[in-house]
């Protein structure tokens, strides 16, 4: 059972370079998110989808962008880092409406 | 907006000790509720959850109760152990958008033996 995986689980990059957080889910879940975690902020929504070729903004969308060509796949774009965007990042999904949210284990971003 | 409001940590408690930490929320209509744990390094998993007015969600020792008058949904254990040194996270989505999850900043509970 994999759940929802997130790769890299580790990643420094320097101010400006641009990366892709990739993640999957082996569950058939319609919905997909992305959110950011701060310290003392809890996490926060960054874009979500709720199917396949539709995505949404959420709280805080600047300098994310978000593709769902497929059901199982949800990548998550930083065109050009900032330190801003040093957090944690986990990717969530769910089967439908109402449905539990399950999430991935995190990815660790720091811009230097 | 939807905002929930829990109480700052750390929580230090001593093994077998009472657990209460704060959660209130606001929203429109009625939201469902949730207590999100995360251990260190890990990601979030759900620990319970309460759709309606009333329910009680309960897993591991842990309850929590969906109080719409108070519009509370407190976490409560009766005996912490060490193993529960965790973050916790109260969290809710609203009907029209379920998929979507409002958190609170967190609160950490560290247990001494």
């Known amino acids: 059972n994999a759940g929802v995986t997130q790769t890299p689980k580790f990643q420094v990059l320097k101010t400006g370079q641009s990366m892709t957080l990739q993640c999957a889910q082996d569950m058939n879940h319609e919905y997909m998110s992305w959110y950011r975690q701060d310290p003392g902020m809890g996490l926060r929504l960054i874009h979500y989808s709720v199917g396949a070729g539709i995505t949404d903004q959420g709280e805080v969308p600047n300098g994310y962008n978000v593709s769902r060509s497929t059901t199982e796949d949800f990548p998550l774009r930083l065109l050009s880092a900032a330190p801003s965007q040093t957090s944690v990042y986990f990717c969530?999904?769910?089967?439908?409406?109402?449905?539990?949210?399950?999430f991935g284990e995190g990815s660790w971003l720091t811009v230097v | 907006g939807d905002s929930v409001t829990q109480m700052e940590g750390p929580v230090t408690l001593s093994e077998e000790a009472f657990l209460t930490i704060n959660c209130t929320y606001t929203?429109?209509?009625?939201?469902?509720l949730f207590w999100y744990v995360q251990y260190p390094g890990e990601g979030l998993q759900l620990l319970l959850k309460a759709t309606k007015a009333d329910d009680k969600g309960s897993n591991k020792g842990f309850e929590a109760t969906y109080r719409k008058e108070t519009t509370s949904f407190h976490l409560e254990k009766g005996s912490v152990q060490v193993s529960d040194s965790a973050v916790y996270f109260c969290?809710?989505?609203?009907?029209?958008?379920?998929?979507?999850?409002?958190f609170g900043s967190g609160t950490r509970l560290l247990v001494r033996p």
């Open positions: 969530a999904s769910s089967y439908t409406s109402g449905n539990t949210i399950y």
């Open positions: 929203a429109t209509g009625y939201p469902s």
């Open positions: 969290a809710l989505s609203a009907r029209d958008s379920s998929y979507k999850l409002i």
